[in-house]
């Protein structure tokens, strides 16, 4: 919540990344509301606002998104017209690329934010491809992909894929 209300505070203008532990938020409506009307009072659009589920829960005991709380979160972004986004996508606290696949096909987030794990090495035939399978899938559901973890020039360029919208360093 303190979050939104610094975002709040910031340039109405730009989009806004706000990194939450969905397991935490046990119930958005209740732990967002003040904050969503701070927004509204700075005339920030809630479009401007997107929240990124962080890939690990600390308070699971496989370390696994809460998929529940995935929802919840979710709905209540799209319920206030803000963007939801999944962190980490492709790690290995998200599970296996079944559990990847299941998680973007239920929660259809806005954004996918793809671990730099995926992106670290992509100049090695494998790793490339699970990152393009990624991007397809994400592309599918509707969402847009940003890379983590894009330091090196060659990744860089070997990154302008199609599906990939933005690099993150």
Do not use: W
Not at 3 to 9: D, I, M, N, V
Not at 84 to 102: H, I, K, P, Q, W
Not at 120 to 126: G, R, Y
Request: hydrophobic residues 40%; contains cysteine; negative net charge.
């Amino acid at each position: 919540c303190l979050a939104l209300r610094s975002a709040a505070a910031q340039s109405t203008q730009g989009k806004y990344f706000i990194n939450v532990l969905p397991s935490a938020i046990h119930d958005p409506e209740d732990c967002m509301s003040a904050a969503v009307e701070a927004l509204n009072q700075r005339g920030m659009a809630p479009e401007n606002i997107v929240f990124e589920a962080v890939g690990t829960d600390p308070f699971s005991a496989t370390g696994a998104p809460d998929v529940n709380a995935l929802r919840r979160l979710a709905e209540f972004c799209r319920i206030h017209r803000m963007g939801f986004a999944l962190d980490n996508v492709g790690s290995e606290y998200m599970g296996t690329c079944a559990d990847t696949l299941r998680l973007l096909r239920e929660i259809r987030p806005d954004y996918v934010k793809l671990d730099r794990s995926l992106v670290h090495d992509v100049e090695h035939p494998l790793n490339a491809s699970n990152l393009q399978k990624l991007m397809e899938v994400s592309s599918y559901f509707g969402a847009a992909v940003i890379a983590e973890g894009v330091e090196k020039a060659m990744t860089r360029y070997n990154r302008r894929a199609p599906g990939l919208q933005e690099e993150e360093a």
